[in-house]
């Protein structure tokens, strides 16, 4: 009986994984990330004006890749004082507008996880809001934060990490699922993007290598697309996990964590 029921719940789970669409959603992620988000990034990292790191520098450490792999990124990006030459007010306000769609894919993600209906329509403020806070931590991520040299710099990232996933799940669902019930999702995401770390020096830094001889700067760009495909099932991925886990974790009260409602 006891074997029964917990098939019957791993088919529940598995079911779950598959209405989810993770590969979809990841790759719809990937693209609208390359498309909307990478150019509003090249333009935040520029902002840092007396070091000089640009969007290169900012991706080639987010990859961890190696410092030849690193070479072949900066050949495909511009550096940041064209960055900024070349940008106008209005390339500005349309990678804003762009950006706020990258905002409509997490929360329909996240919602999909959580079984919820999509939020209302006077909702998309919460976009706007998740958007500027994404711009604000990674503008701080690229000027020479006080803890980049420093021996506690992977657990600052981490915690960092964790609190913008955790609260972001809870921006962009309403409010209508628990900080408690989110935090499992937030860890599982930062743990899913540390050993993204690691693979990505060990398989994408060669890759990136041996793409650039084979295509060219081509070459690079389907191995940064492939990145950002990772991510995307990384992110979807780690809240899908963390709603699992909550799910087992014993709790004292009501074990429903979530409600109907919409702000």
């Keep these: 009986m006891r074997s029964t029921f917990r098939r019957a719940r791993a088919g529940r789970r598995w079911a779950h994984v598959r209405e989810l669409g993770l590969w979809q959603r990841a790759l719809g992620f990937a693209a609208l990330g390359f498309l909307t988000l990478v150019p509003l990034l090249i333009v935040v990292a520029a902002a840092d004006a007396a070091d000089g790191r640009g969007f290169a520098q900012w991706l080639g450490d987010g990859l961890g890749v190696s410092t030849p792999a690193r070479s072949?990124?900066?050949?495909?990006?511009a550096l940041p004082g064209q960055a900024w030459r070349t940008t106008t007010a209005f390339g500005l306000a349309l990678l804003a507008v762009f950006g706020l769609s990258f905002g409509t894919v997490?929360?329909?993600?996240?919602?999909?996880?959580?079984?919820l209906s999509p939020a209302r329509w006077w909702a998309r403020w919460r976009?706007?809001?998740w958007?500027?806070?994404?711009?604000?931590?990674?503008?701080?991520?690229?000027?020479?934060?006080?803890?980049?040299?420093?021996?506690a710099r992977g657990g600052v990232t981490f915690l960092i990490g964790t609190l913008f996933?955790?609260?972001?799940?809870?921006?962009?669902l309403a409010g209508r699922?628990?900080?408690?019930?989110?935090?499992?999702?937030?860890?599982?995401?930062?743990?899913?993007?540390?050993?993204?770390?690691?693979?990505?020096?060990?398989?994408?830094?060669?890759?990136?290598a041996s793409s650039a001889v084979t295509y060219g700067p081509f070459g690079t760009?389907?191995?940064?697309?492939t990145w950002l495909v990772a991510i995307g099932v990384v992110v979807f991925g780690g809240a899908l996990v963390g709603r699992l886990l909550h799910e087992r974790l014993p709790r004292r009260a009501n074990p429903a964590d979530t409600s109907p409602g919409t702000r």
Excluded: N
């Design 72 to 77: 072949e990124i900066e050949r495909l990006f």
């Design 106 to 115: 997490l929360q329909s993600g996240y919602e999909q996880v959580w079984d």
């Design 127 to 129: 976009h706007a809001l």
């Design 131 to 151: 958007l500027a806070v994404l711009v604000g931590v990674l503008y701080l991520s690229a000027i020479s934060p006080p803890w980049r040299d420093s021996p």
């Design 165 to 172: 996933f955790w609260w972001s799940q809870r921006l962009l």
């Design 177 to 208: 699922v628990g900080w408690i019930a989110l935090l499992p999702g937030a860890v599982a995401t930062m743990l899913g993007l540390l050993g993204l770390r690691i693979f990505s020096r060990l398989v994408f830094s060669p890759l990136i």
């Design 221 to 225: 760009v389907l191995v940064i697309q």
